[in-house]
């Protein structure tokens, strides 16, 4: 490990920088284990929060911001996800640079890949499809080394917890955003979702009516009079097929909605797809069944009026959100399954699916 001291020195003063710049990341700062490798090259973390270094003569500034990029890795869990890498690195790298100023020149961002700024990694990735990436950019791939593990997951999710405790108003706004996912009680969206359509079904059920299918027992002087009946609620699910939502998002959802269908006793489900233009109605057994057809632009108000024409009870919605919403609040009780962070109307009640 020739020029260890060196480099060391150098980590120890980069890692000060790092924390006077962002002092609510100080304590992941400090409890990054420095590796020196001969054969490693700038600075890269592994899972286990071993930053390994390489012996070059990386300047202080240079490696201020590489700590902190790393930081950013490691805190929100971006290390040994997703299967195709380097895309994956890239869309991760793009939503931590964005908070990051004084990026290097091969660095992605989200302005030199001319997206939109505020994104969240799963939405970079998506977007990633329709672009080409400037090839002079270069995405953190991650450590090609893997030290020994110097906490446990219990100590690393009390640090998380610890540094998103600490982020406040002048934090950037991703980071501020992560905290709060951090420390808000997280309900599991499944058992969110059950409760909410079996609630909106027993609202439904209750109601009764007056039909001449079944008349009733009741005689009065030879008149036939009609009995009471309770008919079954009616439910129709708008699917958002536009190009910026994924089929295995929202196969996964359906699966969710036909479990709790099935177990609530509904039978035929209506189902409309809905991209720029409201698509045929599907009478179906089993949501899961449903053949998405789609693709296009999103426009869920033509969804929500076809939807309408249906006289559905209970009116479940899966959309990621990006799209224009009714004015006037539908009559059905609407329920909305969001894929992503948006924002929705206030007439919805709202279940937000985690990826």
Known sequence: MSGGTSVMERFAAARLLAATRAPYLASALFALTPLVHEDAEGACA????????GPGPVPVEELAWSLLHQVGHLLRGHLGVGEDGPRW?????AEINDDLDGAPATAVTPDRLGLP???????????????DVPPELEACAGAPFTGPAVMSALERDLLARAVASRIRGEAPYGWRRWA??????QADWRVVLAALVRRGLAQASGRVDYSYRRPSRRNVQGVVLPSLVRPLPRVVVLVDTSGSVTEPALRRVLGEIDGILRACGTGQVEVVCCDAAAHPVQRVTRAADVELVGGGGTDLRAGFEAARALRPDVLIALTDGDTPWPERRPRAQVIVCLLEERPTPPWARVVRVAA
């Open 180 to 185: 709060e996912s951090i420390l808000r009680p």
């Open 89 to 93: 690195n890239t869309a991760h790298d």
């Open 46 to 53: 592994d899972a286990n929060w071993n930053l390994h270094l």
């Open 117 to 131: 700024s505020g994104l969240m990694a799963a939405e970079y990735h998506r977007l990633l499809d329709l672009i």
